[in-house]
């Protein structure tokens, strides 16, 4: 199955992608994959101008994409779009009401990162995050494989003391398959503040060998088994040239 669709990431939809473990990498796969594709954020967003066509900072992302479009350049997708350039290494975010009238008006797929993590491999958010507009079609909760075996703590996850109270479980203790479940199936984890008819797929990401293909095999039947409001569980290589490596349903 080819990630988009794997994914529920189809041309002309709103996704956002929360969590930790491979958010930025799956919005710019899907942004290269899909015609047309936006690809913004409504928090911070490290530099990404060599992962698209082109970055434009603006003010009034509507009005970008409607100059780029008539300006006829076929091969200028996919276009980042962000509001300010906040230091040399990372640009702001928009309000999520301007994200919900480009979602609004433009009729090709609009991919929005929604959380910070720091490049760690699991978190839960805080009473401020995620910024899911509510535009979104769609909501991708990621979590990795590779945080299975490793101890709950800041090396390795985002706001570990907030994973700890969601998945009932201590700081310092060795993370198994069943607490990253217990994040990305809770409405205080994985599903915090997603609208209430966007799809949801969680995405196992880094399942990049035999181990860990089982490690997510086992979060996938926990995360299904706790929730009926995840549409499916993805397993994925994001930076494999077949980045999908099982769905379950």
Not at 162 to 175: P, Q, W
Not at 235 to 242: A, E, F, M, S, Y
């Amino acid at each position: 199955m080819r990630l988009p669709s794997a994914l529920a990431a189809d041309d002309g939809q709103c996704v956002a992608v929360v969590g930790a473990g491979g958010k930025k990498t799956t919005l710019y796969r899907l942004g290269r994959m899909l015609d047309r594709a936006v690809v913004t954020a409504t928090v911070r967003i490290p530099i990404f101008d060599d992962q698209v066509a082109r970055v434009v900072v603006t003010d009034d992302p509507v009005s970008a994409v409607d100059a780029h479009e008539t300006g006829g350049d076929a091969d200028g997708w996919p276009l980042g779009l962000v509001p300010e350039r906040e230091r040399d290494d990372r640009y702001r975010g928009y309000d999520r009401a301007v994200v919900d009238d480009l979602a609004a008006t433009h009729d090709g797929p609009v991919l929005v990162k929604a959380d910070g993590a720091r490049t760690r491999l699991l978190k839960a958010p805080d009473e401020r995050e995620p910024r899911i507009p509510q535009s979104a079609d769609t909501v991708l909760p990621i979590a990795s494989a590779r945080v299975v075996g490793k101890p709950l703590s800041d090396e390795w996850v985002h706001r570990p003391e907030r994973v700890a109270a969601v998945a009932d479980v201590d700081l310092g203790d060795e993370i198994d398959a069943e607490t990253v479940a217990r994040v990305l199936a809770s409405p205080d984890g994985g599903l915090k503040s997603v609208p209430d008819d966007a799809q949801v797929v969680a995405v196992v990401n880094m399942v990049d060998d035999d181990e860990r293909r089982a490690v997510g095999e086992r979060i996938a039947a926990d995360v299904l088994a706790r929730t009926d409001r995840v549409d499916r569980v993805v397993l994925t290589q994001l930076i494999d040239p077949d980045p999908v490596v099982a769905v379950f349903e």
